[in-house]
């Protein structure tokens, strides 16, 4: 019987003045039972020891790169990291927590066990200046919609993660992995939680998931700019700050302002999209943008052509879709969206 080929799982560590931590972290990754791993620990232009104790791993254990580059955020070093890693999966692990010995091998059977399957996440709890159980909503794309369901070390295919381009990186960190979450699953996948307690999350005060409270509004704003045709699809409309009445403010506001899509046959993953353009282009006469790499041009036009002109003009191959937005029921507005180039 031939040799089973695991394959090798990259989990990437970005470590910013973290020497009082650093040790215990590594240490919890270096402990899997899984076999085939590698570390790469991305130190963020730290001020203390982190980068020589993340050095003094990779010259006592080969599994481990140690690597350092100038302090831009948790998102770019993790972007860094993975540039720099080989592993077919992806698992990311911040500097100040820690997973169970257990974790990646479990992770890796499902991943293994089912082609469909985008992510595999796992139940957690706080430590040190928190104890308890970290209680995240169970995913669908819906709770997705609203609030980031997933902890940042949920094991995802490297493919998937090259493929929507990473981290934004312009956004900030309190919620670049709710972003890259919603990027990789927007359009289907299956999630696997398991029902076993593998991640260990510090709560400490100068963790991001509390300092980035005070950006909430600003990010709401970059998610919804970053993914109209989601929301729009999941919530009816855009994503609020009241983020789990969303959809009830969606649908009174489409009852007030109704809205109305057009989109040819060729480009029914436009519909969404489409529908959500009035919130897309605003008080803009014309708007280019980028949808899934499809650039396309946004104009405002004076009225809606008849139903033979509309269905001319999107055979023709240019014109994709109109949406019309009723004011109050009196009066519209209008948009053709066409390919562009």
């Known amino acids: 019987m031939g040799k089973i080929i695991q394959p090798l799982v990259s989990v990437v560590m970005p470590a910013y003045n973290v020497e009082q931590y650093l040790a215990q972290s590594v240490d919890s990754v270096l402990d899997s039972d899984y076999p085939n791993i590698e570390l790469i620990i991305v130190d963020d232009?730290?001020?203390?020891?982190?980068?020589?104790?993340?050095?003094?791993?990779?010259?006592?254990?080969?599994?481990?790169?140690?690597?350092?580059?100038?302090?831009?955020?948790?998102?770019?070093?993790?972007?860094?990291?993975?540039?720099?890693?080989?592993?077919?999966?992806?698992?990311?692990?911040?500097?100040?927590?820690?997973?169970?010995?257990?974790?990646?091998?479990?992770?890796?059977?499902?991943?293994?066990?089912?082609?469909e399957v985008k992510v595999v996440t796992c139940r957690g709890e706080f430590f040190d200046g928190r104890t308890g159980r970290w209680r995240l909503k169970r995913y669908t794309q819906k709770r997705l919609a609203?609030?980031?369901?997933?902890?940042?070390?949920?094991?995802?295919?490297?493919?998937d993660f090259l493929r929507v381009g990473g981290f934004d990186t312009t956004m900030h960190n309190y919620c670049e992995d709710w972003a890259m979450w919603i990027s990789i699953l927007k359009d289907g996948g299956k999630v696997v939680t398991l029902q076993t307690v593998e991640f260990f999350y510090r709560v400490r005060a100068g963790s991001s998931r509390f300092v980035g409270r005070k950006y909430k509004g600003e990010l709401i704003t970059a998610l919804n700019r970053k993914f109209p045709d989601f929301f729009e699809r999941k919530l009816g409309g855009r994503l609020y700050s009241q983020r789990s009445m969303s959809k009830y403010i969606n649908t009174l506001h489409n009852f007030l302002f109704?809205?109305?899509?057009?989109?040819?046959?060729?480009?029914?993953?436009?519909?969404?999209?489409?529908?959500?353009?009035?919130?897309?282009?605003?008080?803009?006469?014309?708007?280019?943008?980028?949808?899934?790499?499809?650039?396309?041009?946004?104009?405002?036009?004076?009225?809606?052509?008849?139903?033979?002109?509309?269905?001319?003009?999107?055979?023709?191959?240019?014109?994709?879709?109109?949406?019309?937005?009723?004011?109050?029921?009196?009066?519209?507005?209008?948009?053709?969206?066409?390919?562009?180039g």
Not at 66 to 77: D, F, P
Not at 309 to 337: D, I, N
Request: a positive charge.
């Open 45 to 115: 232009g730290s001020k203390d020891s982190t980068f020589e104790i993340a050095k003094s791993y990779e010259a006592k254990d080969c599994r481990v790169k140690a690597l350092t580059k100038v302090n831009g955020g948790q998102g770019i070093a993790r972007n860094y990291g993975v540039e720099h890693s080989s592993g077919e999966y992806i698992l990311f692990v911040d500097s100040d927590d820690l997973i169970s010995s257990s974790y990646i091998s479990k992770a890796v059977v499902q991943m293994q066990s089912d082609s």
């Open 258 to 340: 109704p809205r109305r899509a057009t989109v040819w046959k060729s480009f029914r993953g436009l519909y969404y999209f489409v529908k959500a353009v009035p919130r897309i282009v605003g008080d803009a006469a014309q708007f280019d943008t980028l949808w899934n790499g499809t650039a396309v041009t946004i104009t405002r036009i004076d009225s809606l052509p008849s139903r033979h002109e509309r269905e001319l003009a999107m055979q023709s191959g240019k014109v994709v879709g109109y949406c019309t937005e009723y004011r109050f029921w009196f009066w519209r507005r209008c948009w053709e969206v066409k390919l562009r």
């Open 146 to 159: 609203q609030r980031n369901v997933f902890t940042i070390s949920s094991l995802m295919r490297r493919d």
